[in-house]
């Protein structure tokens, strides 16, 4: 949960200052009134658009509405705001439109084909993955990389960075035929480079590449480069890479039967994490077998257990009723190879009582 505060008041934080950006775009003359609904429709947009879909859509699509009253159809405001309308849209068709119309906008703007309308395009596909349009996004990045190397050359390290994006799309989607090549190209074309951005890419190469071997279950491959990122991440022990990496870790240890040093990676998310009093704990590693994933998903399994100081599941009961014999062993069986970051408070890991977890 604190993770997931955290993101929403830098999403605020952006939209404020994003919405000081158009306002100082505005010129003397234009209608208060509409400056003001336009400020009021851009701040709700984005005080909900990670929590309440429905409201920012209308708030998304009243801001694009009143934006290109405001700015000009051909304004590359309007069409970012072309953007965050479509991002919310259900109807793909639909919401293909108004990206459309926002990459008409660049290309009026930029001009069809430059180098100017790299970087636009680079913040459509994030935009578009943060979204979860993860094929669009692609299609974006695609194009974005193209153009990269048409005006910068096979080898700049926008090229790179477009390859490692792409990489990291491949391995979301489950496209393993591609994520190798694209981590080995990127790796070839930012290790030529030392600027941060360049650098930061090779970390996150790193990662990435662990996460290729845990996927193809190669899980001694993967910790190199999971060991390599996070010396890199460690400095920022709260920050959600940070935990991914760890998690990620965690994983591949568990598999590989070397709990006691996935147990450091416990430790270290759980004196990383702030867990509110009575919250309950979500695990860190989950282990759930065939005849779990195929039950029948209109009867929920609930069990209780304790966590203990290392976040091992201790003492669990199932709650729920069941008469099959094997899926009562099978809940047991799987419940116990869960690992959970455990409470650190005051110094000291503490265990957590009354814990639960639903199959």
């Known amino acids: 949960m604190p993770a997931i505060n955290c993101k929403i008041c830098n999403s605020l934080v952006w939209t404020k200052l994003v919405l000081a950006s158009f306002s100082a775009s505005l010129s003397s003359g234009q209608s208060t009134l509409e400056l003001d609904e336009f400020n009021t429709a851009y701040l709700q947009y984005g005080e909900t658009k990670d929590t309440q879909p429905d409201i920012a ?16 159809v051909d304004s ?31 290309q009026r703007v930029f001009g069809f084909g430059s180098e100017a309308i790299i970087d636009p395009l680079m913040r459509l596909g994030r935009t578009l993955n943060d979204r979860e349009r993860l094929t669009l996004a692609s299609q974006y990045y695609e194009r974005a990389l193209q153009l990269s190397r048409d005006h910068l050359g096979e ?21 393993l035929g591609q994520v190798s090549a694209r981590l080995e190209r990127a790796r070839s074309i930012l290790s030529s480079y030392t600027d941060p ?48 990496n760890r998690i990620s870790l965690i994983r591949a240890y568990e598999n590989l039967g070397e709990q006691e040093r996935a147990t450091e990676h416990c430790l270290a998310i759980g004196i990383a994490q702030r867990v509110s009093e009575g919250e309950n704990l979500r695990p860190v590693y989950t282990v759930i077998p065939e005849v779990l994933r195929n039950k029948d998903q209109s009867h929920p399994i609930r069990v209780e257990f304790l966590v203990d100081r290392e976040g091992f599941v201790r003492e669990p009961q199932i709650q729920t009723d069941i008469d099959e014999a094997e899926l009562r ?16 408070i005051d110094g000291s890991f503490v265990e957590s009582p009354n814990q639960y977890f639903v199959f």
């Open 57 to 72: 859509r209308e708030a998304a699509r009243r801001a694009y509405e009143l934006g290109r009253e405001l700015f000009g």
């Open 76 to 106: 590359e405001r309007s069409a970012m705001l072309a953007i965050n309308y479509a991002t919310l849209i259900e109807d793909e068709s639909q919401s293909q439109e108004y990206l459309d119309e926002a990459v008409e906008v660049y």
């Open 155 to 175: 080898d700049s390290s926008k090229a790179g960075s477009l390859e490692l994006e792409l990489a990291a799309l491949s391995l979301r989607v489950g496209d």
């Open 197 to 244: 951005g360049s650098q930061s890419g090779m970390t996150r190469i790193d990662l990435l590449t662990g996460e290729y071997f845990i996927v193809r279950e190669q899980y001694r491959a993967a910790i190199e480069p999971l060991l390599a990122s996070l010396g890199k991440f460690v400095r920022f022990p709260r920050a959600g890479i940070t935990v991914r």
């Open 329 to 344: 062993q099978a809940v047991i069986e799987a419940i116990a190879q869960f690992r959970f970051a455990p409470r650190f």
